[in-house]
């Protein structure tokens, strides 16, 4: 073995060389990544951020190409954000509707889809103009991507409706129209249209819909540790989030020194309400944030955020089984993740405190109701909440 750089005889596996003191191994340099592969970085906090450039767009405040990107931060290790590069890349096109270099942005929400379908439809002035009033009672889920909306999702806008048959029945058509036209133009993946699983027969529904008793709580309780996502459906009982709205929030969302949650749906009346954290699920808030900087609170079990269908299916009947509530049982008394909601409902009726707070802390969202509890006050919610 000679060396590299004066060329005299040196022991083999030198690293040095005895004569000029060089070094004769040579560090390999890390692989880099291609350009457009995404890149990480360390922020101050120690965590790590990981960014894609999805595309370039023409900025006119800026008259330049800008960069549109996606990022996530949180990753404790660069190992854990560099793998998490080509998720990120999907997640950002399927939060914008495109891929590179498609076009405009394609219809996503339900908004977006019903303002494509509206201007389509051949139907009288009356009968949009009808179409236009039954829209406004679908507020909890304007802003839903269509792939996440569930059929409880909109069966709740039914039941919530102030209106009469005559409304409902022109909203839940109206649900359909825009089905039939967001299906075969892919805005939406599911190939089903939810409005006919729906009924209008708002007395006979909410009859047989009811939250989970008292005995189950409970026994609720008493599971969770062994069955999992036990813990999840408690929290959602003394929260009164609708389901999305619970597996929507976010570490940011919850304020520590005050210990309780700004979110809701993107309404009205259900845009950024506080909801404190009752005493009976503290504990389980507590060590669902503790060791978190960001991201979601109720997350699935690799950290993102949690499918409802998912949940839904694949815990939350399960969860029911384990506290002795069958199936049979389960579909008679329309026992759904929106059952919770009812519950928390229940859990308030028989606790002192203003309709305006109560209200407050439920999102109702009519208008008539929002105006009762505008001047909800925090310290009334925490006491109602103490309560339960």
């Not at 058509?173 to 708002?202: H, M, W």
């Not at 999992?228 to 459906?233: D, F, K, R, S």
């Not at 579909?331 to 109560?358: I, W, Y």
């Amino acid at each position: 073995m000679d060396c590299k750089f004066c060329g005299r005889e040196l022991q083999a596996g030198a690293a040095f060389c005895g004569f000029c003191g060089k070094k004769q191994i040579k560090k390999a340099k890390a692989a880099k990544r291609a350009n457009g592969e995404g890149s990480v970085r360390k922020l101050k906090n120690g965590t790590w951020r990981a960014e894609v450039v999805l595309w370039y767009y023409w900025d006119a405040e800026i008259l330049r190409r800008a960069p549109r990107t996606a990022s996530k931060a949180g990753f404790k290790k660069r190992a854990d954000a560099t793998a998490y590069l080509p998720i990120l890349r999907e997640e950002g096109y399927r939060k914008w509707g495109r891929a590179p270099h498609g076009g405009a942005k394609r219809p996503e929400t339900l908004k977006e889809v019903y303002e494509a379908w509206l201007p389509t439809h051949q139907a009288s002035k009356a009968t949009l103009d009808c179409y236009r009033a039954a829209y406004k009672h679908l507020s909890p889920v304007h802003d839903t991507r269509m792939d996440d909306i569930y059929v409880d999702d909109l069966q709740e806008c039914l039941d919530e409706c102030p209106k009469g048959k005559r409304t409902k029945e022109n909203t839940k058509t109206l649900i359909g129209l825009i089905y039939k036209y967001a299906i075969p133009r892919q805005y939406v993946t599911k190939d089903l249209i939810l409005s006919q699983y729906l009924t209008v027969n708002e007395k006979a529904a909410e009859s047989r819909r009811t939250g989970l008793t008292t005995d189950e709580l409970k026994r609720l309780e008493n599971v969770i540790g062994t069955v999992p996502y036990a813990n999840y459906i408690y929290c959602m009982c003394y929260l009164g989030f609708r389901p999305s709205e619970t597996l929507d929030l976010r570490v940011e969302d919850y304020n520590r020194a005050e210990k309780y949650f700004t979110g809701g749906a993107k309404t009205d009346a259900g845009k950024d309400r506080i909801v404190p954290v009752s005493p009976k699920i503290q504990k389980y808030i507590d060590a669902l944030v503790v060791d978190k900087i960001g991201g979601y609170v109720f997350c699935d079990e690799n950290g993102n955020h949690f499918d409802l269908r998912r949940f839904r299916e694949n815990y939350f009947a399960p969860a029911l089984e384990a506290i002795g509530v069958g199936q049979e049982e389960r579909e008679s008394r329309l026992l759904t993740p929106h059952c919770c909601r009812h519950t928390f409902a229940n859990l308030m009726r028989d606790v002192q405190g203003a309709d305006k707070n109560k209200l407050a802390l439920i999102g109702h969202t009519s208008e008539e109701m929002l105006r009762h509890y505008q001047d909800a006050d925090l310290d009334g919610l925490r006491k109602i909440v103490n309560a339960l």
